[in-house]
């Protein structure tokens, strides 16, 4: 029998032995734009967050920091695309360093940026939602099915207890213009202005009512009264700003009456609600959950 040639034996072997080295090592999937967006943002508000771990006395931010930022990124990432909004590649270093200037400019730790403020900071890291037909009133799934509001204003698609939404306008309107909610249709009065009663019986964008002045209840887009007042029935069937009642203080007869954060108890007393931040004290990014 004839022998093979130890350089034939030499080439056998070495493709057995590539072949199985390449079955084995596992194929690396390059990161997408959205993974390094995440990943360079986490990188970012975790370093960034670091002298104020140490101001407070803190742990400096570990690996965890990162974790918790790039999932917390990642999910308003997921957020646009469900409705259909896809990254712009081409904004990704704009919003890496809006985030940083954010940091660097921050008065306080309170003021840190945060994850949840990717839309805000970064407005045009995400393509638009897509147009959709819906009218105020009609069904919707996600705001791409409604159609944007004829006059100045923003879209919505609001939940309304069924399986799906219906769409609802946000309605721009100037000082005296009318403010009365239509159908699917919510007026929003200019910042520092307020839905007050008007000449008539329709009410109107106006300076915010203060103490003893006449009211509109709050709607969505407003606030009825100056900060420390409440709007609520002074006589019957007229409403007036009253002072609203504080933590701890009875508020028997006026159960709507507790300040911004609170609520009227079994026993008649303002107290806080569950949140810790519904009265809007807390910073959007807590130091607590990075600092460690």
């Not at 008065?107 to 897509?130: G, Y």
């Not at 509001?149 to 207890?161: F, N, S």
């Not at 407003?222 to 203080?249: D, M, N, R, W």
Request: net charge negative; charged share 20%.
């Amino acid at each position: 029998m004839r022998r093979a040639s130890p350089l034939v034996l030499l080439c056998a072997f070495s493709w057995a032995v590539s072949g199985c080295s390449s079955e084995s090592e596992p194929e690396v999937t390059p990161p997408t734009p959205r993974d390094r967006l995440a990943d360079e943002l986490a990188i970012t508000l975790c370093e960034g967050a670091a002298p104020c771990c140490d101001e407070l006395g803190y742990d400096a931010p570990t690996d965890s920091c990162q974790s918790s930022m790039r999932n917390a990124v990642m999910a308003s990432i997921i957020a646009a695309e469900d409705q259909l909004r896809e990254l712009v590649p081409e904004e990704h270093d704009a919003c890496v360093a809006a985030f940083q200037a954010a940091i660097e400019t921050a008065p306080t730790c309170d003021h840190l940026p945060a994850p949840l403020e990717l839309e805000v900071r970064c407005p045009r890291v995400f393509t638009p939602i897509p147009e959709g037909a819906g009218k105020p009133g009609d069904a919707c799934t996600g705001i791409y099915d409604c159609a944007s509001p004829t006059d100045p204003g923003t879209r919505a698609c609001l939940a309304d207890g069924e399986a799906s939404g219906r769409c609802v306008w946000f309605v721009d309107r100037a000082e005296g213009e009318t403010c009365s909610p239509e159908a699917g249709a919510i007026p929003v009065c200019p910042e520092g202005l307020s839905c007050v009663p008007g000449a008539g019986a329709t009410p109107v964008c106006g300076v915010t009512p203060g103490l003893g002045d006449a009211c509109v209840p709050a709607q969505p887009g407003f606030t009825a009264c100056t900060e420390g007042h409440v709007c609520e029935e002074s006589a019957p069937g007229v409403l007036t700003c009253q002072p609203e009642i504080l933590k701890g203080e009875s508020c028997a007869g006026r159960p709507t009456a507790c300040a911004t954060g609170l609520f009227c108890n079994a026993f008649d007393n303002c107290q806080s609600l569950v949140d810790p931040c519904a009265a809007g004290d807390c910073p959007v990014l807590i130091l607590q959950n990075v600092c460690r």
